[in-house]
C-alpha cells in the first residue's frame, strides 16, 4: 500500500511522498498508562454484565457527545481507567484494557450501524484481523473515507509503538475504534515479562499530528526506562539519516555495522555495545534489500516498509550515531505518573478538574442508561470508591511533596 503524505505543517518538516494515493491521516496519541501483569480471565457472569453496561452508556453517551465525542473519551487514559472500574474490574489491572476493549466491541456488534461506532481487532491473534474487520465494516456500511486508509492508520500505530518506540513492552492487544466520518481511536497494550508490567496507549486521529514526530500529548507511567525513541521531536536528525541510510546499498551498511562490532569491545559506551551484539548484520540483510528497492523518502515511509521491526531500525539508528553523528532520542516518552502527578523533580500536577468532568460525564451516563436500579446503584458506588482513591493518592502526593 502506497505510504498517505506526510503533514507539510508537521513538527518533522518531511516533504510529500510523490506516489501517495491515500489522503492524509490526522492523529495524536493521547496518552500511556502502566499497569500490573495480572493472569487469569474475566468470568462469564461479569463479562455479560460489563457487555450489558457498556451497551446502555455508549447509547447514551453518542447521544449527548456523538461518536467524535466517545472516540475522544476512549483515547483519554484517565477515562478509559474510569469506565472500567463503573464496568466492574479491577482498577489497576493490565486485564481491565483487554476486558473493556472486548465488551466495548461486543456492545457495539449489533448497534453499530445504528450508533455509527464501529470496533476492529482485541487481544492476540484477534489483534491481527484488524484490517479484515475494517473492511467488512465499510462494504456493510457507508463511510466517509476510504478503509484503507483507515488500515494504515490501524498498521502505522501499531507498527510505531512496537518498533519505533523501544520500551521494552511487546504489543499483544490493539483495538482501533472508528465512526461513520473516517475518524478513529486506538487503544493497544504492551507486555513487559522482566518487570511484570503492561503499559497502555492511546491514540486520536482528532487532532492534526504526523505518525513519527512527538505523536502523544500526555504520557502516563509508573515505571520508566532508557528508551529508544526514534518519534521524539530530538530524533528528528535521526529519522532522516536513517530514512537516507536505508535507501543505500545493503553491502555497505551491513560492512559498517561489521566493522562497529569489530571495535565496539574497546570504544563504544556500554549501550551500543548491547545493542551491537544483538544484531546480526546478515540476518537483517533481507530487510534493507526491502528498503533498498522501495527508496522510502521519510522515516514514516521507511516504517510503513513490511519487515522493516525494531531490530533492523536499531540497526540503522547505531550506524546514524556512530557514523554519521545523528543520535537519536534514548528519553522514555513517559513523563507523569499515571493519576499521581510527576517524578524525578518534575511535577505535573494531578488535574482535578478534568478528573471531575470525566466522572460527571460517567455519572450522568449512568443516570440516564435503561440499566435497572441495581445495577445503576452499584455502578455509582464503584464510581465513588474509585473518586475517593483518587482523592486519598491526591493528597498522599501534597504531602509527599510532589
Partial sequence: MDVPRVLKNSCCGSKSHPKAK???VFLMRTGIANLPLHGGKCPPWLFARMVKMTRALMEVMVAHA???GVLARLADPFWFQALGCVLGFDWHSSGLTTTVCGALKEALRD????????VAGGKGKTSRQTPEEIQLFAERHPLARDPQELVYASRMAAKVDNSAVQ??????????VFNTS???AVIQQGMNEQNGWAR?????????????CEPHQAVCCDYRGETLNLVALESERARKVIAELACEKPEKLIKDLSLLQEKAVLSLPSRHQVALSDIHPRNIERVLLKSYARQPENFQALLAVEGVGP?????LSLLSELVYGAAPSYR???RYSFAHGGKDGHPYPVDRRTYDQSIAFLHQALAQSRLGRTEKMEAFQRLGRWEKKLSFQEKADVQSGI
Fill in 111 to 118: 448497534r453499530a450501524g445504528q450508533l455509527g461506532l464501529f
Fill in 182 to 184: 473516517g475518524q478513529w
Fill in 332 to 334: 522514555d516518552p513517559a
Fill in 22 to 24: 491515500v489522503r492524509e
Fill in 66 to 68: 456523538g461518536s467524535e
Fill in 200 to 212: 497502555r496507549y492511546h491514540w486520536l486521529s482528532a487532532t492534526m499530528r504526523d505518525f513519527v
Fill in 167 to 176: 520500551d521494552g513492552y511487546q504489543i499483544y492487544h490493539h483495538t482501533f
Fill in 311 to 315: 531490530k533492523a531500525l536499531r540497526a
